[in-house]
């Protein structure tokens, strides 16, 4: 195949993915290097005027950069194609390296220069992908992150990064180029060998390629396979979460996850995760929660359990499990209640009587300390609370909330609203009324939850 045959084969093959892409705005992110070039030069040709717009991103890691935003700039203008230039700061405080910290700005950049519904074309072909795979390899990634660059993901609300030449080879885009007189930047740190895709694409991929000569084709095969399954994981684990009873936005009903290997379980956290909008659990996280689960699944023991990561905390109990970030226990100074308004609790929880009642009464609320003990109706000796609580069933995180009511006897009136005293009933009894407890993390009353 000739230069000019190559040509029009990437822009056969554009053409059929202009096609297909979702709809809103264009922009290309245009580094001025080969791969761009390419793209914005056939984008240009496919599209009318006015449908794409460079955005160079100015990363003023080196002394040249202005200079090449200039010739990135000329080369828009030659084009007749919309450009602007984003100067960034680039962040290597945040632990990311340099290629992370460049990368974390540059898609910052994206998503301040575009409207929300954007599509951001990026130049990434074969070669870029299977560099990627064997980058995740290295960094002992699991099946997810080797799955590669998809060529269409959603990105900062409701854009889009669109990678129309992810299936191209690179060759390709040289032949184009040389066929079209493009006059590319070759950026020097292409080729640092410090840099570990460098190292990979210079040293590696060549060694394989001697034994496989389609080894970059194999190896983009291979990571579009494990995208295929990764993307059909992620899709079961949202249908298993769907299908958890959902009491509270953080608590769960579980035993649809009862019995999955650790990592669909993992999947399903993820899942949820995302959808919340938390940093995932490392995997080590989900081996130990998958370990409590089997060894707690025949257990009726009251026993609960909880893992933290990055300010989350998973707590598991009986068939619930809730994520959420920490929340301290009920931190409550007794306080004296007449019954007459509602008391709130700290926390955002709160006692009322409904529908009011009209005389004082003088009542103490109290947290948990421990040890209390209340005469349930219909009984003739005093029970533990504790157990009670058990008995009941409530979750370890809604006892910790739960606000004791007592009177001047020093006699335990309620717990909540879920534990009510022989004499506490009989005196609501009297009163027409009824004692109701809201607790920030209360589930009892959600719909969903069986008894
Ligand atoms: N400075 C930048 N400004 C805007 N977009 C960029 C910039 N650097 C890279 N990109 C986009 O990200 C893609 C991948 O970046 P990468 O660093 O792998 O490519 P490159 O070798 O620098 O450039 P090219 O892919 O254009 O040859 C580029 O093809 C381009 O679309």
């Known amino acids: 195949m000739n230069a000019r045959s190559h040509g029009a084969m990437v822009l056969d093959h554009l053409r059929a993915r202009l096609a297909e892409r979702p709809a809103g705005p264009l922009y290309l992110g245009f580094s001025g290097g080969l791969d761009s070039c390419v793209l914005a030069h056939a984008l240009a040709r496919l599209l009318p005027p006015g449908a794409l717009s460079l955005l160079h991103v100015d ?90 660059m998809r060529a269409l993901r959603r990105f900062s609300d409701q854009r889009w990064i669109w990678r129309p030449l992810l299936d191209l080879d690179r060759s390709r885009l040289r032949a184009y180029a040389v066929a079209e007189q493009i006059d590319w930047l070759e950026d020097p740190a292409n ?95 989900i081996a130990r929660l998958h370990q409590q689960l089997v060894a ?52 955002g929880g709160r006692l009322s009587l409904e529908p009011p009642v009209t005389a004082a009464q003088t009542w103490r609320v109290s947290a948990r300390h421990g040890g209390e003990r209340l005469l349930l109706p219909g009984r003739t000796h005093h029970s533990s609370l504790k157990k009670c609580l058990q008995a009941l069933g409530l979750p370890p995180w809604e006892r910790e909330q739960i606000p004791l009511l007592w009177n001047t006897d020093g006699e335990l009136l309620a717990a909540g609203d879920v534990l009510l005293s022989a004499s506490l009933e009989a005196w609501l009894q009297r009163h027409q009324c009824r004692l109701r407890w809201v607790a920030a993390q209360k589930v009892s009353d959600e719909p969903g939850r069986a008894g």
Do not use: K
């Open 59 to 148: 990363h003023q890691l080196h002394a040249d950069s202005a200079t090449w935003a200039d010739r990135a700039e000329r080369f828009a203008q030659r084009l007749g194609v919309g450009f602007r230039r984003l100067p960034v700061q680039v962040n290597r405080a945040a632990g990311l390296g340099l290629e992370g910290a460049a990368r974390a700005a540059r898609y910052a950049a994206f998503t301040e220069a575009t409207p929300p519904d954007a599509l951001i074309a990026l130049a990434h072909h074969r070669q870029d992908q299977a560099e990627t795979l064997l980058l995740q390899l290295m960094r002992g990634g699991g099946s997810g992150a080797m799955a590669g």
């Open 191 to 285: 080729t640092d060998l410090g840099l570990d895709r460098n190292w990979i694409r210079h040293r590696v991929l060549p060694v394989l390629s001697e034994r496989w000569p389609h080894a970059d084709r194999l190896l983009s095969s291979a990571a579009e396979r494990l995208r295929a399954e990764s993307e059909d994981r992620e899709r079961l684990a949202e249908q298993r979460l769907a299908a958890a009873a959902t009491l509270a936005p953080e608590v769960r009903r579980w035993p649809v996850w009862n019995g999955l290997d650790r990592f669909a379980l993992g999947e399903v956290l993820r899942a949820w995760c995302r959808r919340l909008g938390f940093a995932v659990p490392p995997a080590s996280l």
């Open 296 to 347: 707690s699944a025949d257990s009726s023991a009251d026993d609960h359990f909880r893992l933290i990561w990055s300010g989350y905390e998973l707590r598991c109990y009986r068939d619930l499990l809730r994520l959420a970030e920490p929340s301290p226990p009920l931190q409550l100074s007794d306080c004296d209640w007449s019954g007459l308004e509602p008391c709130d609790l700290p926390g």
